[in-house]
């Protein structure tokens, strides 16, 4: 059997560049996987980043969405605040009573109404007021108004004739342009004291 021989100097040559070149190949690949780590470090950076700027945005949303709601709760309960101050006030003008109990003055109003009560908005109608009065009042007005309070006009009616101790008192008017149901009543005046027409209610204009 031949053996290969070596010679001793390149024998502890040889050991040094095989430990160099392990030693080269071996700090390469931890320089590789030691960028690849940064790498995916970084990329997990990003990731988080991105996480917390969602989250934040997510949060002031939030934020707002609450702030919103608190508005809209304020808001509600002024509307329905407006609403239960509308009904006091419509409650309290759908019946015709007496504003006075003052004896001194015996002033009626026996009856009140308008012509036609059906109206049709676009035909520019001309409402007839007329209102019958004992106790020779020196002023007759007649109030016309819808429930929302956009339409409230009260008009002054002129004395007719007379027929024993019945007075009436009528003017004329354009009817409402606005569709709905309006009410109206009567008052009659004389020496600062008012009455109506007591114990029903207000009369009916419809406008169509």
Excluded: C, H
């Excluded at 109003?109 to 308008?114: A, E, F, H, K, M």
């Excluded at 020779?136 to 956009?150: D, H, L, Q």
């Excluded at 008009?155 to 409402?176: C, D, E, I, M, N």
Aim: hydrophobic share 40%; no cysteine.
């Amino acid at each position: 059997m031949t053996y290969l021989r070596i010679d001793r100097n390149k024998f502890w040559g040889w050991v040094v560049v095989s430990l160099l070149v392990g030693l080269g190949i071996g700090f390469g690949t931890m320089l590789l996987l030691t960028s690849s780590r940064s790498d995916e470090v970084r990329a997990l950076n990003n990731r988080v980043a991105a996480a917390q700027a969602d989250l934040a945005s997510a949060d002031a949303s939030l934020t707002a969405l609450v702030s919103q709601n608190a508005q809209l709760t304020v808001d509600l309960d002024a509307a329905n605040a407006q609403i239960a101050s509308l009904q006091g006030s419509s409650s309290s003008t759908t019946t015709d009573t007496s504003t006075t109990t003052t004896a001194t003055v015996a002033m009626k109003v026996t009856s009140r109404t308008i012509t036609p009560s059906s109206v049709v908005a676009s035909e520019n109608v001309t409402l007839t007021m007329t209102a019958k009065v004992t106790g020779t009042p020196t002023k007759v007005t007649m109030r016309i108004y819808n429930a929302s309070k956009s339409y409230d006009k009260t008009f002054t009616l002129k004395k007719v004739s007379t027929s024993g101790k019945t007075q009436t008192w009528r003017a004329t008017t354009k009817a409402p342009t606005a569709k709905g149901t309006y009410r109206f009543f009567a008052t009659a005046t004389k020496a600062g004291v008012s009455v109506t027409m007591t114990g029903v209610s207000a009369g009916t204009l419809k406008v169509k």
